[in-house]
């Protein structure tokens, strides 16, 4: 199974004890801590649960484990995600998340719905980047606007946009280099290719990804919030939820974050990502 594997066998042991008293709420608000959730998401989910198993006097550990389960759906506020076309999306995350891979999956998802997608190799400080993208662009059969290595990322940008509006192109994704949040120009960088596509194409849709890497837990809020200084960030792809992931920062990223997980990716195979579903989500947790 993979994901949450340690955290899954000692919660499945926490919901066969007998009785629902302080120890089982103690060991339960631990799991969930330990799970990156946070100390702080996890003591107000913990909460919650007391005060409903109160109310509805629940006094076995079966229905608490039901009414967990509404409250950590609940807790994620997933809307149905809607894409509306034309649509350029701008892919950013510090470098080792995946990000190049995680386009390669993005286009096999929208090319399997029928939409025809652009790349654009934005990502001009590192040659092997572009090399990697065009690689991932003949394998997917999609064409690719790229320009030579130290280019000019808006540059790029501006080329493909029109290249998209030339051929009626419906989705556009637009690799950006790995930018560290202490490295000001690269953010200065991105802003100017976000300023870029919406003055070239003001009647398209907008969308700022941020891809992070479930397995750094506490640390991706840190990459969100440096990332939303500079730029709007619409969503997050949240990837590698197939190895030793915990996954909790899930929930602390769209509760205070205000940000909402749009794909989730749990492989490496390219059709291995999937928009967000808390349902499905919640009881990947909890079977």
């Given at each position: 199974?993979?994901i949450?594997?340690?955290?899954?066998?000692?919660?499945?042991?926490?919901?066969?004890?007998?009785?629902?008293?302080?120890?089982?709420?103690?060991?339960?608000?631990?799991?969930?801590?330990s799970?990156?959730?946070?100390?702080?998401?996890?003591?107000?989910?913990?909460?919650?649960?007391?005060?409903?198993?109160?109310?509805?006097?629940i006094?076995?550990?079966?229905?608490?484990?039901?009414?967990?389960?509404?409250?950590?759906?609940?807790?994620?506020?997933?809307?149905?995600?809607?894409?509306n076309?034309?649509?350029?999306?701008?892919?950013?995350?510090?470098?080792?998340?995946?990000?190049?891979?995680?386009?390669?999956?993005?286009?096999?998802?929208?090319?399997?719905?029928?939409?025809?997608?652009?790349?654009?190799?934005?990502?001009?400080?590192?040659?092997?980047?572009?090399?990697?993208?065009?690689?991932?662009?003949?394998?997917?059969?999609?064409?690719?606007?790229?320009?030579?290595?130290g280019?000019?990322?808006?540059?790029?940008?501006?080329?493909?946009?029109?290249?998209?509006?030339?051929?009626?192109?419906?989705?556009?994704?637009?690799?950006?280099?790995?930018?560290?949040?202490?490295?000001?120009?690269?953010?200065?960088?991105l802003?100017?290719?976000?300023?870029?596509?919406?003055?070239?194409?003001?009647?398209?849709?907008?969308?700022?990804?941020?891809?992070?890497?479930?397995?750094?837990?506490?640390?991706?809020?840190?990459?969100?919030?440096?990332?939303?200084?500079?730029?709007?960030?619409?969503?997050?792809?949240?990837?590698?939820?197939?190895?030793?992931a915990?996954?909790?920062?899930?929930?602390?990223?769209?509760?205070?974050?205000?940000?909402?997980?749009?794909?989730?990716?749990?492989?490496?195979?390219?059709?291995?990502?999937?928009?967000?579903?808390?349902?499905?989500?919640?009881?990947?947790?909890?079977?």
């Amino acid at each position: 199974m993979g994901i949450f594997k340690k955290f899954f066998e000692k919660l499945k042991y926490t919901f066969k004890r007998t009785e629902l008293n302080d120890d089982f709420y103690d060991e339960l608000e631990a799991l969930l801590v330990s799970s990156d959730m946070g100390v702080e998401t996890a003591l107000d989910i913990m909460d919650e649960l007391r005060d409903v198993c109160k109310q509805k006097l629940i006094k076995d550990i079966d229905h608490a484990q039901i009414q967990l389960k509404q409250l950590l759906i609940e807790k994620l506020n997933a809307q149905e995600i809607k894409f509306n076309y034309p649509l350029i999306i701008t892919v950013v995350g510090v470098n080792g998340v995946g990000k190049t891979t995680t386009i390669a999956k993005m286009t096999k998802y929208f090319t399997k719905n029928k939409k025809s997608v652009l790349l654009a190799a934005g990502d001009t400080f590192r040659a092997a980047a572009t090399e990697q993208l065009s690689n991932w662009a003949d394998k997917l059969k999609v064409k690719i606007i790229k320009q030579g290595e130290g280019a000019d990322s808006a540059s790029v940008v501006f080329d493909a946009i029109t290249s998209m509006k030339a051929k009626n192109v419906d989705v556009l994704i637009v690799d950006t280099a790995g930018r560290l949040h202490t490295k000001t120009n690269l953010m200065k960088e991105l802003e100017k290719i976000n300023n870029v596509a919406r003055r070239e194409y003001s009647n398209a849709n907008f969308l700022n990804l941020i891809v992070l890497d479930a397995s750094i837990g506490q640390n991706s809020i840190a990459q969100v919030k440096a990332f939303k200084d500079s730029v709007n960030i619409d969503g997050i792809v949240l990837t590698k939820l197939d190895g030793t992931a915990k996954g909790g920062v899930v929930y602390p990223i769209i509760n205070d974050l205000k940000v909402p997980i749009i794909f989730t990716g749990f492989g490496e195979g390219v059709d291995d990502l999937a928009p967000f579903d808390a349902n499905s989500f919640v009881e990947k947790i909890l079977m």
